[in-house]
C-alpha cells in the first residue's frame, strides 16, 4: 500500500502497510515499564450489583477498569500542561500528528553518578535538518527497556543546553527512551522542559515530548514519517503510540 506524499515541498513515498510502532504497550503486569514510584497498572473487572466484567468468570462481556499513570506506565506524548499554572491539554495542543522526524543513536556521557546527552553529540547528529522532530536512540538499546522498573535509578537525560539546541534547529517535537528530558532528581527546576516549550515567557503550546518509547535496533537512523496517535484525554499527557514510516 504505497502513498506518496507532499509534505513540507518534499515529496515522499512511503509504505503504508509497514508501519513501525516504537511506543511500549501498557500491561496488567509487574513487568510493564514503571518510573516515577508508580506501582503497576491495574486491569479490573467491575464487580458490582450482580454485574461480573469478566467472560471467564461468567459474565457475557469483558468490562475493565484500568488504573494506570500516563507519565509512569510507559510512552506518553506531554504538552506544556505538564509544567503549567494554566490548564494546557494534549488534547487541545497537538492537533496535527504526523511530521518528518529523524532517528539518531546517542550512548549518553558519563558524568559524575549521570548519564547525560550532551550538545556536543547532538551536533554531530543534527545539524540543518528538515525534519521538525527528533527521536533519540540511547545506547546500549536492550530490550530490557520494554519493562525496566526506572525508579532511583538515575536514567539518561538531555542537558538543558542540548535542548536549547534543538529549539533554535526548529525541533518541535522530541522523543525519547527515558522517562524524562531531565534528570531524575532535579530539585524540580525541569530545565530541559521549560527551555523546549520557553515557559512562561514565551510559551509554545503546539510542541509536544515524547518519552518511554523503545525504538528497535533494526530501525536505521535516518529520516522517516512519523505519525502521532494519541486518546483524546483532557489532561497534560496522553498515553501515545508514536508510528514511523520509511521513506523509500
Not at 518510573?35 to 475493565?64: C, I, Q, T
Not at 540543518?128 to 525496566?148: F, H, Y
Not at 518511554?212 to 486518546?231: N, R, S, T
Amino acid at each position: 500500500m504505497i502513498a506518496t506524499i507532499e509534505f513540507q515541498q518534499r515529496t515522499f513515498r512511503i509504505d503504508l502497510s509497514q508501519p513501525i510502532d516504537i511506543s511500549i504497550p501498557l500491561r496488567a503486569s509487574a513487568d510493564n515499564v514503571t518510573a516515577w514510584y508508580v506501582n503497576p497498572p491495574e486491569f479490573k473487572p467491575v464487580m458490582e450489583h450482580g454485574f461480573v466484567g469478566d467472560v471467564n468468570l461468567g459474565g457475557s462481556v469483558n468490562f475493565r477498569n484500568i488504573f494506570f499513570n500516563p507519565h509512569g506506565h510507559g510512552t506518553h506524548t506531554e504538552c506544556v500542561g505538564h509544567i503549567s499554572k494554566e490548564n494546557y491539554t494534549i488534547n487541545q495542543c497537538l492537533k496535527t500528528f504526523t511530521f518528518l522526524a529523524k532517528v539518531i543513536s546517542i550512548s549518553p556521557e558519563a558524568q559524575g553518578d549521570d548519564r547525560i546527552i550532551t550538545m556536543e553529540q547532538v551536533k554531530k547528529a543534527w545539524n540543518q535538518e528538515d525534519a521538525t522532530a527528533i527521536i533519540i536512540r540511547t545506547l546500549p538499546n536492550g530490550t530490557d527497556k520494554l519493562s525496566r522498573q526506572y525508579s532511583n535509578t538515575n536514567p539518561a537525560y538531555i542537558h538543558h543546553e542540548a535542548m536549547q539546541y534543538l529549539v533554535d534547529q526548529g525541533v518541535e517535537h522530541v522523543l525519547i527512551d527515558t522517562p524524562s528530558v531531565d534528570r531524575e532528581e532535579d530539585g524540580g527546576a525541569l530545565l530541559s522542559h521549560h527551555i523546549f516549550w520557553n515557559y512562561p515567557e514565551n510559551t509554545q503550546a503546539h510542541r509536544t515530548i515524547t518519552e518511554m518509547i523503545y525504538v528497535p535496533d533494526q530501525v536505521a537512523d535516518g529520516e522517516y514519517l512519523l505519525q502521532f496517535q494519541i486518546a483524546s484525554f483532557e489532561n497534560d499527557a496522553s498515553p501515545s503510540k508514536p508510528v514511523l514510516y520509511a521513506i523509500l
